[in-house]
């Protein structure tokens, strides 16, 4: 598998980071897919900035509230997946000219969930293409794109236009590494599983003092920094079963994601383990500083097999950390 899943955001958190002037309205509990998601518009932008690879893929559910329309995703100085308020449609804007997808594909006040591609070149070798809920509804090729477009501050939201106000997204993913025959995620949703109870390896110590009901120290969202697990030894982790996934879902990736400090001067590290097929897979070290901070790393495959989680795969498998000194 060649594409690399390097974003998946659920927005269920109430964590996820915006700028601006509106920030104290960008957290919209009653919005999304699943009873959450994030309001972007005037001066709002989600700030995390995508780590996009050109060509890439994104996927969000979107709800489009402002007839006045919006650009909804940034991509450089003149390259922008943004919105039509006339002709209800969404599209690529790019300097050289516009893709527009089928009219009416995305009316407002309603959630489709929509996806683009892009590569972008110059010399007539660019491209892009664009999804609404799962069908394609626009295709560009041979386009000749700004130079040097596709960079350091891909992100959503984030417009000045005092007309423009409102949008809300959720379940949002970013693929990098992708190719003009790469198939999108289609309609889906990010969800949220948490530690249920301890796995193979309760080794770290509890602020509770022990290390026997470790996963209740951890299953809080968002994080809890009052109770945790932890250690000074080298080597030394845990893991942690998950709720099942529902019934024939299809899993496309996931995320692991930690909240995690150290408490002395020294370097010290954590790593990501998953436990499956038996064997406990370790990815690479995160540092740590003295503060709280999120960790996460992404992924599409399962460590035992080296292909696409299954339900079966998922369901068993197990997840934690380990302390590191390296």
């Not at 997946?81 to 050289?96: E, L, M, P, T």
């Amino acid at each position: 598998m060649a594409d690399d899943l390097v974003r998946l955001d659920s927005f269920d958190d109430g964590l996820s980071a915006v700028r601006g002037t509106a920030t104290a309205a960008s957290i919209g509990p009653t919005y999304g897919l699943h009873g959450d998601g994030i309001r972007l518009g005037d001066n709002t932008a989600y700030a995390y900035y995508f780590p996009t690879t050109n060509p890439f893929l994104i996927g969000f559910n979107l709800k489009v509230v402002d007839s006045g329309g919006s650009y909804l995703c940034q991509m450089g100085s003149y390259t922008r997946f943004q919105y039509d308020g006339a002709g209800s449609r969404v599209g690529i804007n790019w300097y050289k000219g516009t893709l527009w997808s089928l009219p009416g594909s995305v009316p407002l006040n309603e959630w489709h969930y929509v996806e683009f591609l892009i590569y972008s070149n110059t010399g007539n070798a660019g491209y892009a293409k664009i999804w609404v809920d799962g069908i394609l509804e626009g295709t560009a090729t041979g386009v000749d794109f700004q130079a040097n477009e596709i960079g350091a501050t891909e992100g959503l939201g984030g417009g000045s236009s005092s007309t423009i106000d409102d949008f809300y997204v959720d379940d949002l993913y970013v693929l990098n590494n992708c190719s003009l025959s790469t198939v999108p995620f289609g309609p889906g949703e990010v969800v949220v599983p948490l530690p249920s109870g301890n796995g193979n390896s309760s080794q770290l110590l509890g602020s509770d003092g022990n290390s026997v009901d470790n996963h209740l120290l951890v299953d809080e969202n968002p994080p809890n920094e009052t109770d945790y697990v932890g250690s000074g030894t080298d080597g030394e982790k845990d893991t942690y079963a998950f709720d099942n996934v529902a019934s024939g879902v299809e899993i496309k990736g996931i995320a692991k994601v930690y909240y995690a400090q150290k408490t002395d001067s020294g370097v010290k590290y954590i790593k990501p383990v998953t436990r499956s097929g038996g064997t406990d897979y370790d990815d690479a070290s995160m540092g740590l500083g003295e503060a709280w901070g999120m960790h996460e790393v992404y992924s599409r495959t399962d460590p035992d097999t080296a292909a696409e989680w299954t339900e079966s795969g998922f369901n068993a498998a197990e997840f934690g950390m380990k302390v590191s000194d390296t």
